[in-house]
């Protein structure tokens, strides 16, 4: 817990830092910033990498309880240390759902006992998830909630959004949700477009997720929630989000690498691990994404991993599960495909998450709890799922070449992982 970072360029956009220089980390907090001479502790050279608060994943499956073969809160915390998270936010898509508060109990006490990041529940909207009745929201978040969702499953009766936005308020935490009109999907599998009509599977359009994102930005508006947006996949819905915070919306948004970097072309062999929902979507849709995210229409990077047993992603196209895993390559897509600055990059993985989600922050600041990630951000590196820490392997981005990686995750002033 305690430990001398030393020589690294140090940046906080949220405290306006940016300087080579030294942290002081004792007893898991930092406690002084600045040259640091003639210091008794263990010393992490950081001389060329980039010293950044740690980073925080807000849309992660963790598949515990329920789904063990596919990820435990246990194997999916040490992939999101490799990937550089320092804490994440878990789905409440389990089996049974987080919709009360003796699963969010155990997912804390389970994170606590045996995950190395920390892991941030969020509980479901409604009971099991089904849409029909609001879940036991006040009671989880006693016990460690910090956000709502229904996940995939969004919530297609208006008055109930409605009720949960206004609910939400009591407790200051946000709605989070999956926007697509399930009638306007029904039986889709990818984007609806090119490809769809070639492969003769059927499409998803992109009206399914802003047919929704428009009625929830009415309701958001009316009721005066917090609602953040999970994986913005089109142009349409880039635009309806920007035009939102322009009318002072308490609205955020989230995308995905995935969808970022890859388009419905990557489907053409029939990857399964190219099969997500929301689906890849056109060239156009990616560039309206990348806009977003540069003039800050979008507000964090989300991975959106989604383990599954590679059983069930050997099916044939059609009856294969939507989902991939991302966190650890979340990171390097980043720095490789968007070339932000290292201002931007931090804000989108670790400053604006931490705001959306209304956790205690953390930062480079005195007596804050040291969670750190270390970047080399010309780090040249090859993705290989075997050596995967996730407990699954559907990514599409096996063997993919990238530049910029976490070479050190430290949380609570111990290293956890180390990759120099």
Excluded at 220 to 229: D, P, S
Aim: net charge negative; with cysteine.
């Amino acid at each position: 817990m305690d430990l001398l970072i030393k020589n690294g360029r140090v940046v906080d956009p949220e405290r306006k830092i940016d300087r080579i220089t030294d942290v002081v980390i004792r007893d898991g907090k930092i406690r002084s910033i600045g040259t640091a001479n003639d210091v008794e502790l263990p010393v992490f050279d950081a001389t060329g990498l980039v010293v950044a608060p740690g980073f925080f994943d807000i849309h992660v499956h963790l598949r515990e309880p329920g789904t063990e073969e596919a990820e435990t809160i246990r194997t999916g915390g040490n992939a999101a240390v490799a990937g550089g998270f320092t804490a994440v936010a878990a789905m409440p898509n389990t089996k049974p759902p987080n919709d009360n508060p003796s699963i969010t109990s155990y997912i804390v006490s389970e994170a606590r006992r045996s995950s190395p990041a920390r892991v941030f529940p969020i509980g479901a909207i409604t009971k099991e998830q089904k849409g029909e009745t609001l879940a036991e929201i006040g009671e989880m978040v006693q016990a460690g909630i910090t956000a709502i969702s229904d996940d995939g499953k969004p919530v297609m009766d208006g008055q109930l959004f409605r009720r949960a936005l206004e609910y939400a308020q009591m407790f200051d935490i946000p709605v989070i949700e999956h926007c697509e009109d399930l009638h306007l999907s029904k039986g889709g599998v990818m984007h609806e477009g090119v490809y769809s009509t070639r492969l003769g599977l059927k499409g998803i359009p992109g009206a399914a997720e802003e047919a929704m994102l428009s009625r929830d930005l009415i309701l958001a508006e009316m009721t005066g929630g917090r609602y953040h947006v999970a994986h913005l996949s089109t142009r349409g819905s880039v635009q309806m989000v920007r035009e939102a915070k322009a009318r002072g919306l308490q609205i955020s948004a989230e995308v995905t690498p995935h969808h970022f970097t890859l388009t419905d072309a990557a489907v053409a062999d029939y990857d399964t691990n190219a099969k997500m929902n929301p689906p890849l979507r056109s060239s156009d849709d990616l560039a309206a994404l990348i806009e977003g995210i540069e003039d800050g229409t979008i507000d964090a990077i989300a991975s959106d991993h989604a383990p599954h047993h590679m059983n069930l992603k050997m099916l044939e196209f059609d009856s294969a599960p939507f989902g991939i895993t991302g966190l650890e390559t979340s990171v390097g897509l980043a720095i490789t495909q968007l070339k932000l600055s290292m201002k931007r990059l931090i804000e989108m993985l670790s400053i604006n998450p931490q705001r959306i989600m209304r956790v205690k922050p953390w930062g480079l600041f005195e007596d804050s709890t040291a969670d750190l990630t270390i970047l080399n951000p010309k780090r040249k590196w090859t993705f290989d799922v075997k050596h995967s820490r996730s407990l699954s392997r559907n990514s599409p981005f096996h063997g993919w070449e990238m530049t910029g990686k976490a070479v050190a995750t430290i949380v609570g002033g111990k290293i956890v992982y180390e990759d120099r």
